[in-house]
């Protein structure tokens, strides 16, 4: 059982470049999220998805784009990269039934230079 | 505002000895509370939930956390510090009406002392 999987799980861009992180969850969980986590300030969320083909902002959304295409896919795109998205990205989904928790994928370490 | 206040950045304790880490939230909605642990180069592991009844929730590796409405806390305990406990510790608050979004707090660095 796969779980949530990134990729990938390390990345070096220049300034200006664009690309796409994927996540990937084999659990039919209905909900997906991309945080950011930055040192000392915990991991703050981007965007999140409550079910195919729906997207909504999160607390940073800006310089980032998400697609939904499918349930078990959550993309997260960046256009043009800037130094200030240097982060570990992480993924997470949970069921739409109360009293469960989110599970998280193991992280893409993201350097912008 | 809804946020959550983990008001120790670094703790060193000495194995063997006893843990708590302190978790504090501002939150509007009743709140689901979670403990995530994560060690170096990792992803985040669920150590414990609560949701409701028992304010004293057991998790795993022998954490337990209690939920104190009153004082809006959710402090993590262990009674017996083992080194492979090394790790950053997060505090999460959510709730069932946002979706599963959760709020983390600043994290809380622990290394144990041999």
């Known amino acids: 059982n796969a779980g949530v999987t990134q990729t990938p799980k390390f990345r070096v861009l220049k300034t200006g470049q664009s690309m796409t992180l994927l996540c990937a969850q084999d659990?039919?969980?209905?909900?997906m999220y991309w945080y950011r986590q930055d040192p000392g300030m915990g991991l703050r969320l981007i965007h999140y998805?409550?079910?195919?083909?729906?997207?909504a902002k999160g607390e940073v959304p800006d310089g980032y784009n998400v697609s939904r295409l499918k349930k078990q896919n959550f993309l997260l795109g960046l256009e043009s990269a800037a130094p200030s998205q240097t982060s570990v990205y992480f993924c997470?989904?949970?069921?739409?039934?109360?009293?469960?928790?989110?599970?998280f994928g193991q992280g893409t370490r993201l350097t912008v230079v | 505002a809804q946020s959550v206040t983990q008001p120790d950045i670094h703790i060193t304790v000495s194995e063997g000895a006893s843990l708590e880490l302190r978790c504090n939230y501002s939150?509007?909605?009743?709140?689901?509370l979670f403990w995530y642990v994560q060690s170096p180069g990792q992803g985040l592991q669920l150590l414990l939930k609560?949701?409701?009844?028992?304010?004293l929730v057991q998790g795993i590796k022998g954490f337990e956390a209690e939920f104190k409405r009153s004082q809006s806390s959710f402090n993590l305990r262990k009674p017996s510090v083992h080194w492979s406990d090394a790790a950053e510790y997060f505090c999460?608050?959510?709730?069932?009406?946002?979706?599963?979004?959760?709020?983390f707090g600043q994290g809380t660095e622990l290394s144990v002392k041999p």
């Open positions: 939150y509007g909605a009743t709140p689901y």
């Open positions: 609560y949701f409701s009844g028992d304010t």
């Open positions: 659990m039919n969980h209905e909900y």
């Open positions: 999460a608050v959510g709730s069932y009406n946002q979706g599963g979004k959760l709020i």
């Open positions: 998805s409550v079910g195919e083909g729906t997207t």
């Open positions: 997470a989904s949970t069921s739409n039934n109360q009293n469960t928790e989110a599970f």
